[in-house]
Nanobody, 127 residues
């Protein structure tokens, strides 16, 4: 059974940093794109960042470019999101997810492309 467990969320002041981690178990994800999504109160869940299987290609939404960095450690089956220069609008529950298609050629930003999700970790940025 596939399981994803996020950690690292918390309360931080604007301008601060947090590092989110996601530990995957149940199978190896070395062949899958992994991604981070977030859902703010009253809003739909949105794609934040994704990384291809070898870690040599990444994708970010415009609002986090230059501030967030996604990385993965295939030996440990983990994916991380380093978040810097945090803003109040980054406040959300953050989820990691795994692509349902092995070796997908692109990093999809659509939820339907992902079929394994964690329970989420809350990130709150105060102004």
């Amino acid at each position: 059974q596939v399981q994803l467990v996020e950690s690292g969320g918390g309360l931080v002041q604007a301008g601060g940093s947090l590092r989110l981690s996601c530990a995957a178990s149940g199978r190896s994800f070395i062949d899958s794109v992994m991604a981070w999504f977030r859902q703010a109160p009253g809003k739909e869940r949105e794609f934040v960042a994704g990384i291809k299987y070898r870690g040599d290609s990444t994708r970010y939404i415009d609002s986090v470019k230059g501030r967030f960095t996604i990385s993965r450690d295939n030996a440990k089956n983990t994916v991380s999101l380093q978040m810097s220069s945090l803003k109040p609008e980054d406040t959300a529950v953050y989820y990691c997810a795994v692509d349902r298609v092995k070796y997908r050629a692109v990093i999809s930003s659509g939820e339907v492309a992902y079929d394994a999700w964690g329970q989420g970790t809350q990130v709150t940025v105060s102004s």
